[in-house]
Antibody, heavy 120, light 107 residues
Framework: QLQLQESGPGLVKPSETLSLTCTVSGGSISSSSYYWGWIRQPPGKGLEWIGSIYYSGSTYYNPSLKSRVTISVDTSKNQFSLKLSSVTAADTAVYYC????????????WGQGTLVTVSS | DIQMTQSPSSLSASVGDRVTITCRASQGISNYLAWYQQKPGKVPKLLIYAASTLQSGVPSRFSGSGSGTDFTLTISSLQPEDVATYYCQKYNSALWTFGQGTKVEIK
């Protein structure tokens, strides 16, 4: 069964870089049939797409975050990662990794999420 | 970029009522549309994918319809446990977008 697990520091200082990794098990990140991405949800607010990556390394970012976001993939470890630079308190959120299919025969799949707090 | 407009932002209905939430895409997305239910402090739960496919284990009172730009989530008979916020998500490309959410309460 597919599992996505987010990992990384739960506390990041303002102006520093937030780094998270999503480890995929029960499926291959090298499949040509999926996009892998990051979503976040600040406390009490809605869901925001951060960016996505294809196994080949092609990346797609939310224009509102593009200048601060880097998403990368490591197919040898079956992982993909998020880096968000110059964080502020507004970046405090639950961060989710997810997989979306390129067909309509398979569901979208999410990890359980991890809370990242930006505070000194 | 394709925008997703979800309505209403909130609603209050009685137990047993039929509830409808709509999501409109600014451009056609075929049927690459998912619906989620989120309760406070919990991970969004997938209800519907591909616009109308019920995720395994989801009660049959939930249904989805639509294609192209206009989509609907229907709860055929609202239950107390359905109190939650509902979101739509388009995923027809690598650029995912979410609706603003609909908070459903019991009257």
């Amino acid at each position: 069964q597919l599992q996505l697990q987010e990992s990384g520091p739960g506390l990041v200082k303002p102006s520093e870089t937030l780094s998270l990794t999503c480890t995929v098990s029960g499926g291959s990140i090298s499949s040509s049939s999926y996009y892998w991405g990051w979503i976040r949800q600040p406390p009490g607010k809605g869901l925001e797409w951060i960016g996505s990556i294809y196994y080949s390394g092609s990346t797609y970012y939310n224009p509102s975050l593009k200048s601060r976001v880097t998403i990368s993939v490591d197919t040898s470890k079956n992982q993909f990662s998020l880096k968000l630079s110059s964080v502020t308190a507004a970046d405090t959120a639950v961060y989710y990794c997810a997989r979306s299919p390129m067909t309509t025969t398979v569901e979208v799949y999410w990890g359980q999420g991890t809370l990242v707090t930006v505070s000194s | 970029d394709i925008q997703m407009t979800q309505s209403p932002s909130s609603l209050s209905a009685s137990v047993g009522d039929r509830v409808t939430i709509t999501c409109r895409a600014s451009q056609g997305i075929s049927n690459y549309l998912a619906w989620y239910q989120q309760k406070p402090g919990k991970v969004p739960k997938l209800l519907i994918y591909a616009a109308s496919t019920l995720q395994s284990g989801v009660p049959s009172r939930f249904s989805g319809s639509g294609s192209g730009t206009d989509f609907t989530l229907t709860i055929s008979s609202l239950q107390p446990e359905d109190v939650a916020t509902y979101y739509c998500q388009k995923y027809n490309s690598a650029l995912w977008t979410f609706g603003q959410g609909t908070k459903v309460e019991i009257k």
